[in-house]
Nanobody
Framework: QVQLVESGGGLVQAGGSLRLSCAAS????????MRWYRQAPGKQREFVAR???????ETADSVKGRFTISRDNAKNTLYLQMNSLKPEDTAVYYC?????????????WGQGTQVTVSS
C-alpha cells in the first residue's frame, strides 16, 4: 500500500509564498506521474500541476508563472512551490500519484493540507 503525506500548508497573506511537500512511502520514480490538485469550499477538485516519471511538467493556467512543481528523488518527496499567492488559491491541496501494476492502474491520494490566503 502506498502512502502519501502532505505538509506545509497554512495561513499566509496575499502575495506571500508557501512550499507544500508530499512524502511518499516508496520510490517516487516508480510512479507514472505525481500531481497536485486542490479543492476550494463548494467547488470541484481541480488539477494544479503534474510531473511525470520522465520529469515532464505541466501546470494549470490559473497558477502558471506562480506555482512550480518539483521533486527530490532521494527523499521520495514531491513539492509545490507557491509564490504570489492570491485569496482564490485558498483550498485544500492534495497530492496524487498513479502506479501501473501489469495493466492495472492504481491511484493514490494524500489526506490533504489546507492553504488559506488572506487578503
Amino acid at each position: 500500500q502506498v502512502q502519501l503525506v502532505e505538509s506545509g500548508g497554512g495561513l499566509v497573506q496575499a502575495g506571500g509564498s508557501l512550499r507544500l511537500s508530499c512524502a511518499a512511502s516508496r520510490s517516487i520514480l516508480s510512479f507514472n506521474a505525481m500531481r497536485w490538485y486542490r479543492q476550494a469550499p463548494g467547488k470541484q477538485r481541480e488539477f494544479v500541476a503534474r510531473i511525470t516519471s520522465f520529469g515532464s511538467r505541466e501546470t494549470a493556467d490559473s497558477v502558471k508563472g506562480r506555482f512550480t512543481i518539483s521533486r527530490d528523488n532521494a527523499k521520495n518527496t514531491l513539492y509545490l512551490q507557491m509564490n504570489s499567492l492570491k485569496p482564490e488559491d485558498t483550498a485544500v491541496y492534495y497530492c496524487n500519484a498513479d502506479l501501473y501494476v501489469d495493466t492495472r492502474r492504481d491511484d493514490y491520494w494524500g489526506q490533504g493540507t489546507q492553504v488559506t490566503v488572506s487578503s
